[in-house]
């Protein structure tokens, strides 16, 4: 019972450190005063959050472990100084909710009071929101890409076909997987945006016809967020007295989102789905260039498992799971799914060929 307890007192020391060394990383590299004052707030906190730890292992007899900056940490933080803080901050809050499940620490007073660079409308959250998510699809992209064609590639060498017939199948994967995803994403973005246009034209024609109706819902608006309603019906009077500034509100607080953006731009997204799902599917079929036979095949193999950990280091990154959690679990899907198609080419190469 005692060795249980040591080991989860000393993660949840590892993990308060942690979150106190990324606090105190993003204040430095915050471009905001005010935002790198609450960063440091926030980093006080976590330090007196490992201090319970640290005492709670005292109590226990053991040795207080020495602080180290783990490699999550050194990752967000590098992302961070070349994309901004705001970039990272998504994934940090993701990792809070995880670590908030297992270090039962009373954190109030601590986290999620962010002062912001700019005012804290729907565009400002939506746009933290997806700039950091942007990690999020970069890895998943990439991990499509790698798995289906690895997967296809070991299905090839399988079926005992020729190395020039698995490289020209592993580029063809890679095109026409890349094409599909850049098509998926390419409509997928389009019928968003048609959607919310006809809901935007939707509510222009309403308050067009209605603007009473439209000078109410605005004024409600405001007394849910807290106003009182004399305060509610003069601020509503005085946006309404400009009908494109009325429409722009209800749009962002009804529909949440930009009107000026409409979730962003198809081609831009349909793009780097494609340059994403073919980094990922380069990897099984890149030594296919250079070499042939069972050599091609071992580094088909290397060269996946490199970019399998990456994958799995990415994934950590956004899941709150160890880094090894994640690396190990990428492999162990990854093999199945290459075995299988392996073992089936191999079948079908002796059954076709005889």
Known sequence: ???????????NLRIERDNAALYTRLAELADDARLGQAYRRIAAGEQVNAQ??????????????PSRIGLRVRTLGWFAQRFGTEFVMPTVVRLEHADHAVTPVDRSGHRDHFPLSQPAGPHGLRHRAQSGNTLRAAVLGANDGLVSNVSLVMGMAGAASGDRAVLLAGLAGLVAGACSMALGEWLSVNSSREFYQARITERAERLAVAPEDGLEHIAGIYRDKGLEPAAAEHLAEHVAETPRAALDMLVREDLGVDPAELGGSAWGAAISSFCLFACGALFPVAPYFFLG????MLASACSTAAGLALIGIGTSLFTGRSMLFSITRQFGITAAAAAITYGVGHLLGVVLTG
């Open 293 to 296: 036979g069972h050599m091609a």
């Open 1 to 11: 019972m005692s060795t249980h307890r040591t080991r989860r007192f000393r993660s």
């Open 52 to 65: 319970f730890w640290e005492e709670r292992l005292r109590e226990l007899g053991e040795v207080v472990p």
